[in-house]
């Protein structure tokens, strides 16, 4: 495990906090390789959920380490641009429900991490941009396509094309955040949100983001018959039987992921 990247499993919750606080806790190459690692293979049977943070109150990812790109040739660049984005795509693969909980600076790299992720909860002094373009480069990591989907293209354009920076407000505004809160309150709040979601049936959250994912750029129909599938799959499992037991017995269901 890497000196930076900290992980601890707390009621099926598995948490991974950034830790490179003399860097404003900058994305590297070891790091990046070493996050990819961790949430491609997060699927525990004891896990239901991910928390991703960063440490310390200055920043969750203040970007990717430019001391380290600075003097990449145009090859190297694409290389690192495409390694970059089998962590992007280990977020968004993941099976399970990843909420980002965003402390600080959430920058370039940090800013295209957190938008991987399912939710972001940010605290007030959270700040969210795309500097790039103020280094003669564009968003490697992703970060042109996935804010677009969130937010459209011309929030997109608007924020890539200036480099400015956003608060949580705004960015909660723009539909990027999903609830900004007090510092002291970010890991409570978020906390408390994903406990709910891991006590859900783990199986139906899984597909339900799965069948969101996939359906998103599809027609409607294609999208109707993704849904269908997966409706119907879960009728075989037992966490299907188990709720709907519970239902009609008036307790909270036992799910077991089966």
């Not at 919750?13 to 490179?20: G, K, P």
């Not at 992703?142 to 937010?151: D, E, I, K, M, N």
């Not at 899984?206 to 599938?229: M, R």
């Not at 119907?232 to 239902?247: C, H, N, V, Y």
């Amino acid at each position: 495990m890497s000196e930076y990247l900290k992980t601890e499993k707390k009621n099926n919750i598995l948490y991974i906090t950034i830790d490179r606080q003399k860097q404003l806790n900058a994305i590297n190459r070891s790091i990046m390789d070493e996050l990819t690692e961790i949430v491609g293979s997060a699927n525990d049977s004891d896990v239901n959920a991910v928390v991703l943070t960063g440490a310390g109150e200055k920043a969750f990812v203040a970007g990717g380490d430019i001391n380290e790109m600075k003097d990449k040739t145009a090859s190297e660049a694409k290389e690192f641009a495409e390694n970059s984005h089998k962590l992007i795509r280990a977020f968004r693969e993941c099976p399970l429900p990843v909420i980002a909980a965003v402390n600080g600076y959430a920058l370039g790299g940090g800013f295209e991490i957190a938008l991987a992720c399912d939710f972001i909860y940010a605290s007030k002094n959270a700040l969210f941009g795309f500097p790039e373009v103020k280094l003669g480069i564009i968003p490697g990591f992703g970060g042109t396509q996935l804010l677009s989907r969130v937010a459209g293209p011309n929030v997109a354009k608007e924020l890539i094309f200036s480099g400015r920076f956003i608060k949580a407000e705004e960015a909660a505004a723009l539909g990027i955040v999903n609830k900004v809160t007090e510092p002291e309150e970010l890991i409570a709040e978020t906390e408390k949100y994903i406990k709910e979601v891991a006590g859900r049936g783990p199986l139906a959250v899984s597909l339900a983001k799965q069948t969101i994912d996939k359906g998103f750029n599809l027609s409607l129909e294609e999208a109707l018959t993704i849904e269908a599938s997966a409706f119907s799959i879960l009728f075989s499992t037992k966490d299907q039987k188990e709720g709907m037991k519970a239902f009609f017995e008036k307790r909270d269901p036992e799910f077991k992921g089966e």
